[in-house]
């Protein structure tokens, strides 16, 4: 974070961590697993906390709002603001970063999304669609506040809220079960 992900090398991170360059290769073939296993490590609190708010249940609205409250405080957090900003100042020159994060989060993410919308459609409370475009949908939704986030406006608590509700508005619109035919 401090110096950049192509101009650090494993013998930098050895010596930062105070240990040998033998060992850090001994756990890690390249930078490459290495960053791997941080974004890994980074991310896993948050794909827990999203299994506990992505549970089936009758009230889709109120599962779908947690999730997207969550989402946005992920998203907008000091800490991803700048590991966003720190990847997209790196990603020309290492494309492997981008899609290393990208494969450890927001695809992740969106994988256990899609499988609780999945189980939604075949309830019916949500028309059929392919799952993983359903949430890729949503979470797009969000994502342009973090791109606000990220020019440097804080939401308060109440804006927050407000949004959560507006997306998951517009998502529930977009998605509604189809009208039974008499």
């Known amino acids: 974070m401090e110096q950049g992900y192509a101009a650090v090398s494993m013998s930098a991170i050895a010596a930062e961590l105070g240990g040998s360059k033998g060992t850090l290769w001994s756990y890690f073939a390249s930078k ?4 791997d296993a941080c974004v890994d490590e980074a991310t896993r609190d948050y794909r827990a906390q999203v299994l506990q708010l992505l549970v089936p249940s009758g009230n889709l ?3 779908l709002c947690a999730f997207v409250r969550s989402l ?34 927001p695809q992740r993410t969106r994988e256990i999304l899609a499988d609780y919308l999945r189980d939604a459609m075949e309830k019916g409370q949500l028309r059929q669609s392919d799952p993983l475009r359903a949430a890729f949908a949503l979470t797009s ?8 986030a990220m020019l440097g406006y804080v939401f308060s ?25 008499a």
């Open 61 to 63: 609205q109120a599962t």
């Open 72 to 105: 946005l405080c992920k998203i907008m957090s000091k800490e991803a603001i700048q590991l966003h900003r720190v990847i997209h100042a790196e990603v020309e020159r290492s494309p492997e970063m981008g899609a290393i994060f990208f494969r450890r989060g």
């Open 32 to 35: 490459e697993e290495l960053f």
């Open 141 to 148: 939704l969000c994502m342009g506040y973090q791109q606000r």
């Open 157 to 181: 608590e109440a804006e927050i809220d407000e949004e959560t509700d507006y997306i998951v508005d517009v998502f529930l619109r977009a998605f509604a079960p189809e009208p039974r035919t």
